[in-house]
């Protein structure tokens, strides 16, 4: 079963120019997903969810822009794992210094590589265009697995 297993907060989140959420409660979200049929859909969910929260509760601005890629990166992230790791997956959404923070954990603990862009390749083209969206992306194997994190910026003025 899909599910919201915290929402609970750490350190500073925001620079000062956006600082409008106390330090005591910065915003997170994790969300487990199970595979079952529809939890990709139920992740873009949780992500459009938590980024109308974002903007409602803390008045931070979030860019229709901020919010579709949100949402794209989340469904190409969680995409991966489920088709390339066995078991649980883990997505945690977070605002740090401006920026959405997007981690998706799973089971496998090889980390993915881009491929070189290639228009007649049918397919796999999930972390090149994570890569072509987001201000960053790294991975990290862990104790079990691998995270996968992508920054987004929360405001794009070019919107």
């Known amino acids: 079963m899909n599910g919201v297993l915290e929402m609970v907060g750490g350190a500073r989140v925001l620079p000062e120019e956006c600082s409008r959420m106390p ?11 199970d595979g079952a049929d529809g939890c990709i859909a139920d992740a873009r969910a949780q992500t459009s969810k938590f980024l109308t929260r974002v903007q409602a509760e ?6 229709a822009r901020t ?8 469904s190409e992230l969680v995409t991966n794992a489920l088709k390339y790791a066995p078991g649980p997956v883990l997505l945690h959404l977070r605002i740090a210094d401006g920026m959405l923070e ?3 954990w799973d089971t496998d603990p090889t980390l993915p590589l881009a491929r070189a862009a290639d228009a007649g390749r049918v397919g796999q083209h999930g972390l090149e265009i994570v890569m072509a969206v987001v201000q960053g992306i790294e991975a990290r194997r862990e104790p079990v697995g691998k995270c996968v994190t992508a920054r987004l910026t929360l405001f794009d003025e070019s919107q």
């Open 102 to 104: 997007i981690e998706v």
């Open 23 to 33: 330090e005591a409660a910065p915003a997170e979200v994790t969300v487990a997903l």
């Open 67 to 74: 919010m579709d890629l949100g949402q794209l990166v989340v």
């Open 58 to 63: 803390y008045g931070l601005p979030v860019s």
